[in-house]
């Protein structure tokens, strides 16, 4: 598949929850590899929601006692130490403050947004990583989520939050048609057919990606 710049188009659909760190690892090094790969080839990122924890409350709970009680003190602590380490090589400060919860609000904004570009959609995904894992924001505070919208531009936001039932069923759709047969994410498919699991390194997605050019040649 060409896009309009005559290079060979990359439609990448990511399965992806708000409060999975590995999430943000594996956007962060997609990214890389796009950038690497700019000259050869367009890309299209299209983000779809899965659930960790569906049973997270929607008022929120302190993340160190959520993630202690689900794996255990000595497993928090070496996993904390893990990602702390994984986020400085990315030049990101990892912030275990705050709280988790809920994330079907989170969902159902990144899937409006997806109506009103993917760029636009890519860009509300970062702020609201940016926004729990490196400032201590909850996913769940309306405010939070109201502000990242603002500051990509996403229209609707509000009416949207305002009614909790709105945008649900789009999201039960996304989840059925691209999360439904995967136990883990972030999941990655390009071009519909190659998928990769996981945070994986930029080399492997540039090599995904000549596999997915090499298949529609």
């Known amino acids: 598949m060409a896009s309009d710049t005559g290079k060979k188009l990359m439609q990448i659909d990511v399965s992806s929850d708000t409060v999975c760190p590995w999430c ?5 090094n997609l990214e890389k590899a796009m950038e690497q790969s700019k000259d050869k080839f367009d890309f299209e990122v299209r983000w779809h929601p899965f659930f960790l ?10 993340k160190s006692d959520f993630y202690k009680m689900k794996f255990g003190p000595a497993q928090f602590e070496r996993a904390t ?8 090589g990315l030049g990101l400060e990892y912030d275990m ?14 899937t409006l947004a997806g109506h009103q570009g993917y760029d636009k959609q890519n860009a509300l995904v970062e702020e609201l990583f940016q926004s729990y894992f490196c400032q201590g924001k909850y996913i769940g505070d309306k405010q939070v989520l109201l502000d990242a919208a603002r500051k990509v531009g996403i229209e609707g936001a509000e009416e ?19 999360s439904s047969g995967i136990s883990g994410v972030p999941h990655f498919v390009i071009n519909g057919k190659y998928q990769l699991s996981g ?6 997605f540039m090599r995904a990606f000549e596999m997915a050019a090499k298949d529609g040649a």
Do not use: C, W, Y
Request: aromatic share 4%; charged share 30%; proline share 8%.
């Open 53 to 62: 924890n569906p049973d997270a409350p929607k008022e929120g709970i302190r």
């Open 81 to 88: 130490s893990r990602m702390t380490e994984i986020f400085r």
């Open 97 to 110: 403050s705050g709280l988790t919860g809920n994330t079907m609000d989170s969902h159902r904004l990144i």
């Open 199 to 204: 945070g994986q390194p930029p080399s492997t």
């Open 24 to 28: 943000f690892v594996g956007k962060k």
């Open 160 to 178: 949207l939050l305002e009614d909790p039932s709105r945008g649900v069923d789009e999201v039960q759709e996304e989840l059925n048609k691209h």
